[in-house]
C-alpha cells in the first residue's frame, strides 16, 4: 500500500513545493524590483518630454538603419524588456543601428497638445534627427521606419502627409480599420463614450483608466496571468520575465488630452483613415497620399489590433503593402524570437 498512498500524495507535495516557490517570489517584491530597458543606448535628441534613443550596432555587418516609433500610450522598454527578450537587443546584435521615438510622459501642462503637434511635429523632428546622426555615423541617407500600436497609427499618418527621409514602413499590430477593432471599437463609439466630457473634465486622460479599459476588454486575464505563474513556477528566467512584464503592464503613460480627443473622434468614432474625411490642422488626413512600401505585421491573438484591423492598410494606404502574422497576442508578439527575424528579414529584402 506504501507505493500507492506516494503516489497520491506526489501531486500534493509538488503543489506545496510549487507555492513554497511562489510565495518566496512574490514575497520578494519582484515587480517593483524589475530592471527594463538595460540595452545600451543613449539619447540624442529631445524635444519636450520626447527622447530619440540611439542603440549602436554591434558585430562586424552593418545592416540599414531602422527608426522605430513606439506608442505613447506605454513606456517604450516593451520593445527591451529583458535580455533575450528584447527587439532592439536582437536588432542590434545583427548589427542594425536604431532610433527609438520615446514619447516620455506628459504632465498636466500638456493636455492642449494636439495630435498635430505630434504627427506633424514630434515625430518628423526625431526622423530628421534620426536620418543626420545615420548619415553622419553609418553613410546612410534613408530609414526604415516600423511603429507598434499606436505608433504604427502615427507614423502611417504622419507619413503619408510628409515622407522626409523613410524608405519604406512596416506597423505592428498598428490600427487602421478601426471599426474592426473587435470590442473595443463597440465600446468607443459616440454614443457610448463620452469623450469631450472626460478631456473636458480630466484633462490628459489618465494612465490608470487606460490600464484599466485594456484589462476590461479580456476580463480572464488576471487569473490567466497567474495561472499561467503557477504552470511554470520553477523556471527561474520565466518568473523573471513575468516579473518584468507586470512591470512594464503597471507603467501606463497619460494621452494628452487635445490629442486624445481628435484620436479618438477620427479613428474610433469615423474611422477616418478608412473612410476619409479628417483634416488636422486644415490638412487633409488621407493615408491614400503615402506612397512608400508597406508591411503590415499582425499578432494572431491580437485583442486589442485584430488582424482584420491592422490589415485594413491594404485599402487605406496608396503605396504597396503586404501583410503577414506571427504568433502571440499584442504585447506577447514582441517578446519572442519571431518578431526580429522577421525585421532583419525585412530589411535586408532591398539593401540600397
Known sequence: MAPKLHTATAPVAEALRRAQVLTSFLASRPVARARTGQTPHRVIHRQNGAALRYFPPSGARVRPPLFICMPLINTWTIFDLVPGRSVVEALVQAGVPVYLLDWGRPTTADREVTLQDL??????????????????????????????????????I?????????????????????????????????????????????????RDLMRASFQALRPTGQIAKYKTLWDRAADPEFRKLWAAIEHWNADNVDFPGEAYRSYVRGCYFDNALMKGGWTLAGRAVDLKKGALSALAIA?????????????????AWGGPVRTTTLRGGHVGVCLGQALPRTILSWLDEARP
Open 299 to 315: 499578432a494572431e491573438q491580437d485583442h486589442i489590433c485584430p488582424s482584420v484591423a491592422a490589415f485594413g492598410l491594404k485599402q
Open 119 to 156: 504627427v506633424d511635429g514630434v515625430l518628423p523632428r526625431a526622423l530628421d534627427r534620426a536620418l543626420r546622426h545615420a548619415r553622419q555615423h553609418h553613410g546612410s541617407q534613408t530609414l526604415d521606419a516600423l511603429g507598434y500600436c499606436v505608433g504604427g497609427t502615427f507614423l502611417a
Open 158 to 206: 504622419s507619413l503619408a502627409r510628409q515622407p522626409g527621409p523613410v524608405r519604406r514602413i512596416a506597423l505592428l499590430a498598428a490600427p487602421i480599420d478601426f471599426h474592426a477593432s473587435g470590442r473595443l471599437s463597440r465600446w468607443a463609439r459616440p454614443d457610448r463614450f463620452p469623450l469631450d466630457d472626460l478631456v473636458d473634465g480630466l484633462g490628459n486622460f489618465p
